[in-house]
């Protein structure tokens, strides 16, 4: 048996690397597919909306970690090829991302009021530029909040991705527990890492959200 | 040719009929006020002169063209036809010039570098030069609507449609807005308003328009309308808010 030394303490931020190419792969595939779903919940084509809607209970009603074991085991059963885990994750969290994401947005978006809609429409814009100089901006600020909260639960939601074996933060954890009988001390440090990684952003909302509404 | 020609347009909300074949014609630099009681359908009117509201029946038509929410050009009508409401409906997020030049910008009316101007000029057209840089909520409730008349100036409109626009100020700000209007009224701007403001409605109207029930109940010269009332309707109307 070892002691919880520096090699132990690199492999946890060496693993850290996959935790937040998680997140950004989350956002980079989720937040596009999050913001389709916002407009297509939004919709006047009600077939959008029901879709949207279809979409939403589904992946909403299934937990995280039934995701990551369906797209994980299921994705080679069902495309008939084996898939890195790095992939099945990143498709589990994409989806994660884009049906919760998509229902901040999608109630920033309705929290702007109709009116604003129908000003920008007498203007002579297009809907997409009434959506995107008159609405978004403001649904943007209303969203800010939450869409921080949520970025942060996702980085900590990316720890679930440690029972299919994926190598990020908490599975190094677990690993350097095992091998150094030191359970406290290595998830005090984990616990530790993530807590450095989310409060700069509650941090970053804060003071965004305060530049945002000097700015009126 | 009129310039607005409203042929027995019906409207329904529901079970609710709110208009009930409105005949109107609006000659251009004409300035006509629509009064009446609430209810009796004058804002659905004017929205569904810009097919912010679509008609059951009827038709309506601007400069000739047939209006219709599903028109292909209704972007290019809704430049040529401003309207101001109630509630000025300003970008919040927006400061007073980004306000004006945002459609003229988008639509190519005016290239990027002369919108500046383009706001200077509507401001001070509407006496507000000086708060080209403030943020609509920086301004009273009367500044505000100014503002709104001036994006819509911005936009070089040949009809203004204006919904009730002084009924959400306090009464201490309702002169400029009228005064603006006013001003406009002068240098032949077409206009049609939805008002509860009678002394506007006699002194600076051309044409008197007194809505009841969805029906276009009286219409004609104002003065003469509020001396000689025709009916009891607008008898009982005009001592009501006298």
């Not at chain 1, 950004?24 to 297509?40: E, K, N, R």
């Not at chain 2, 000086?130 to 009809?159: F, N, Y």
């Not at chain 2, 309308?225 to 607008?234: H, S």
Request: glycine share 8%; hydrophobic share 50%.
């Amino acid at each position: 048996m070892r002691t919880f030394n520096e090699a132990d303490l690199l492999s946890l931020f060496s693993a850290l690397r996959w935790t937040v190419v998680l997140v950004a792969l989350a956002l980079a595939c989720g937040g596009p597919l999050a913001l389709m779903l916002a407009l297509m919940r939004s919709s006047r084509i009600a077939p959008l909306r029901w879709l949207a809607a279809g979409i939403l209970q589904l992946v909403q009603g299934v937990p995280l970690l039934g995701l990551l074991m369906f797209f994980y085991f299921g994705m080679p059963v069902f495309l008939g090829v084996e898939v890195p885990a790095l992939v099945a994750v990143g498709v589990a969290f994409t989806a994660y991302t884009a049906v919760f994401l998509g229902e901040i947005w999608r109630g920033g978006i309705q929290a702007v009021k109709q009116t604003q809609w129908e000003a920008a429409a007498c203007l002579g814009l297009t809907r997409w530029q009434q959506f995107r100089y008159v609405i978004a901006p403001q649904a943007f600020r209303m969203a800010l909040p939450p869409t921080v909260g949520f970025l942060v639960q996702l980085i900590k939601n990316t720890s679930l991705a440690s029972v299919v074996g994926f190598v990020e933060l908490a599975r190094a954890g677990q690993m350097a527990s095992a091998a150094t009988f030191q359970p406290l001390l290595v998830y005090s440090v984990v616990a530790a890492i993530y807590f450095a990684l989310c409060l700069p952003l509650t941090v970053w909302s804060r003071k965004l959200e305060a530049r945002l509404n000097g700015a009126r | 040719m009129a310039l607005v020609e409203i042929r027995d347009v019906h409207k329904s909300f529901g079970s609710v009929e709110v208009l009930k074949g409105i005949t109107l014609d609006v000659e251009k630099g004409d300035i006509v006020t629509i009064i009446g009681r609430s209810g009796s359908g004058k804002s659905t009117l004017l929205r569904c002169i810009n097919a912010l509201e679509t008609i059951d029946r009827g038709e309506i038509r601007i400069e000739g063209e047939r209006i219709a929410a599903d028109m292909p050009n209704l972007r290019q009508l809704r430049q040529r036809v401003g309207i101001v409401f109630q509630a000025f409906n300003l970008f919040p997020h927006l400061t007073v010039e980004r306000n004006i030049t945002l459609a003229p910008v988008l639509t190519g009316k005016v290239p990027k570098e002369k919108a500046r101007d383009l706001a200077l000029d509507v401001l001070a057209r509407v006496g507000l030069a000086d708060k080209i840089d403030a943020w609509p909520e920086q301004l009273s409730g009367g500044q505000q609507q100014r503002v709104a008349i001036a994006r819509c100036l911005a936009m070089s409109p040949h009809l203004m449609l204006f919904d009730e626009v002084t009924s959400a100020l306090d009464p201490e700000l309702v002169g400029e807005v009228l005064k603006v209007m006013e001003d406009m009224a002068r240098q032949g701007m077409t206009m049609i308003l939805v008002t509860h403001e009678m002394g506007f409605a006699r002194t600076v109207a051309t044409k008197l328009v007194f809505m009841h029930q969805g029906r276009v109940w009286e219409q004609g010269n104002p003065a003469e309308l509020f001396a000689d009332p025709k009916t009891p309707e607008l008898k009982n109307f005009i001592s009501s808010v006298k």
